[in-house]
């Protein structure tokens, strides 16, 4: 039954990355604003979908509503930057708590300095690129989110990581703001590690829970 329902649900996955992918290329083209506004948004919504219909359990509906927020933000930031913002910091506070629920034991010293850092370098870099109190405010979220991320048990090649591929994606949009406007690094990087980033997430919290057996009823 995981093994057959695992089979009907990568189509998403696949739907996801062309959507994703493809959003890269298209970008500020010539396609009518609403148009371009739901293609940025069908990447992760598509994530969203994907961990909702894998399985019927309530960490699978927290990361798709995780992927939601994301969609969501991924739009609204089009038309309303703040709104897209809070959109987004509605789903780290989303992903803090269920990294917390699925918390790491026996975190050592070196570990414990590292979440200390990632929590506080996050907003810390933050408010330096753009000497903004509210950048480095939502910044704080952020910081937490990639903190939780590293400090939960779920696979850190594939949670941890998307996390802090999702916080550099924001940290290149403040520098975009400051240091580097003139740069062509944020306009090339910052939908790639975003995208992908939410994408290793949410396959690796699935992955996680399939293997702790939460699927095993269904």
Known sequence: MQHRA???????LLASLIAGISYWFVAGSWIPGLYLILWKGAGVGLLAFYAWRHHPVPDAHRIALL???GALGDMVLEVNFTGGALAFLLGHMAA???CLKHRRQGIDMVEQC???ALLLGVPAASFVLTRHPEVALYALGLGGMTAAAFASD???RRV????AMFALSDLLIFARLGPL???AVPHLLVWPLYYFGQFLITVGVIGALRRKGEFAAF
């Open 6 to 12: 695992l089979i009907e649900q990568r189509p998403w």
């Open 181 to 183: 406007a003139d740069s």
């Open 96 to 98: 803090i708590a269920l």
């Open 114 to 116: 590292t979440i200390a």
């Open 67 to 69: 992927m939601v927020l």
């Open 154 to 156: 779920f696979p850190r």
């Open 160 to 163: 941890a990581l998307g996390a």
